[in-house]
């Protein structure tokens, strides 16, 4: 419980600091914050799923309001989104070299943040 607590605190802080911010500067703020809980060596990762949650929810509203090119880009990109956000939560808490994809997960982790990642025990 603690995590989510302390997680959803930092947001709240954050959306209230910034709450007199223009929606660019705002984005700004959420996305340091993003990689910067990337870094955090916190209980696993708490502030990223918030802080990149506030971030797409963000763009998702100026998406909304932006004038569409394409109809079909307002109906697909959430579908492939919400896909994209289930793989990477379905990643097991144990167990996970019984998994292939998150035996993937972990090296793309691993490469994308070198110094972040702990050591896996089935590495």
């Not at 500067?25 to 870094?39: D, E, K």
């Amino acid at each position: 419980m603690r995590p989510e607590l302390v997680g959803s605190m930092f947001l709240y802080l954050t959306l209230i600091a910034t709450a007199g911010f223009t929606t660019f500067w705002r984005r700004v703020v959420l996305f340091i914050l993003t990689a910067f809980s990337f870094a955090n060596p916190d209980p696993p990762m708490t502030g990223v799923c918030f802080f990149s949650g506030a971030l797409l929810a963000d763009l998702s509203l100026a998406l909304e309001n932006a004038t569409p090119t394409k109809p079909s880009t307002h109906r697909i990109w959430p579908v492939v989104l919400a896909t994209f956000a289930l793989f990477l939560g379905s990643c097991p808490e144990e167990g996970p070299e019984k998994a292939a994809w998150s035996s993937a997960l972990y090296e793309v982790g691993i490469r994308l943040f070198p110094g972040c990642i702990l050591p896996c025990k089935y590495r």
